[in-house]
């Protein structure tokens, strides 16, 4: 059973029973954690030795075996506690009280948009592994991505039976939320195309969450039909 939204929580990092203590110059884990997904964002996990994580890190070469078992648990500890903020706020935005499930739908959807363009390094991470494939990937769907998507599809359910949005298949419609992130790995791009972004990277994002949303939202006005 995959585990619920209220479950996803932050990982404790792991501590080898009987290990050396530790330099008092070693960052706090927070700034680890900070350092590692900057790491893993612009190198990639397979270009990411632990020697030169270690050495981004600033601490021995050692410290990651040590501290968190391996480079997969450290990852995972990286991606654990960046997720735990979206996490957070997209259940804030589920549970926060409006005028009807339309709204809480718009809500969740700019809530994720907005979440994820605060955390550029986390949806390059993302993207990264998106395009493999493999446990990496499957860690992030199970732990993240299926208790988000099984919290909103009541919602997007009831909507559909409403009529208040287009009967589209689920899966589609959480790969178009999800797909419209890659904005934040694709910076150089989009600079390309003009200079929105780079002026408001929030307002860029509310602005891709509204035109998703306008294709899914029924228009009764216009012709009474979907």
Do not use: C
Request: proline fraction near 5%; glycine fraction near 6%.
């Amino acid at each position: 059973m995959s585990p619920s939204l209220q479950e996803t929580t932050v990982r404790h990092t792991r501590r080898r029973a009987g290990r050396p203590a530790q330099p008092s110059d070693i960052p706090a884990d927070e700034e680890i954690l900070n350092r590692g997904l900057t790491a893993f964002a612009e190198l990639g996990y397979d270009r990411a030795s632990v020697r030169e994580l270690a050495r981004r890190l600033k601490v021995s070469h050692n410290f990651i075996n040590d501290r968190y078992g391996s480079k997969d648990e450290f990852w995972r500890a990286v991606i654990d506690r960046a997720l735990a903020a979206q996490v957070s706020a997209l259940r804030t935005a589920l549970s926060v009280e409006a005028a009807d499930d339309l709204a809480r739908l718009r809500g969740f959807v700019h809530a994720f948009h907005q979440a994820n363009v605060a955390a550029p390094d986390l949806r390059r991470i993302l993207q990264y592994e998106s395009m493999r494939g493999g446990p990496r990937l499957e860690y992030v769907f199970q732990h993240y991505l299926v208790p988000v998507r099984e919290a909103v599809a009541p919602l997007v359910h009831g909507l559909i039976e409403r009529g208040k949005i287009r009967p589209l298949p689920l899966d589609v419609m959480v790969y178009a939320v999800v797909a419209m992130n890659s904005v934040n790995a694709e910076v150089p791009f989009v600079s390309l195309l003009g200079d929105t972004f780079a002026a408001d990277p929030s307002a860029f994002a509310g602005m891709l969450s509204d035109i998703l949303l306008e294709g899914l939202i029924v228009d009764t006005a216009r012709n009474g039909s979907i």
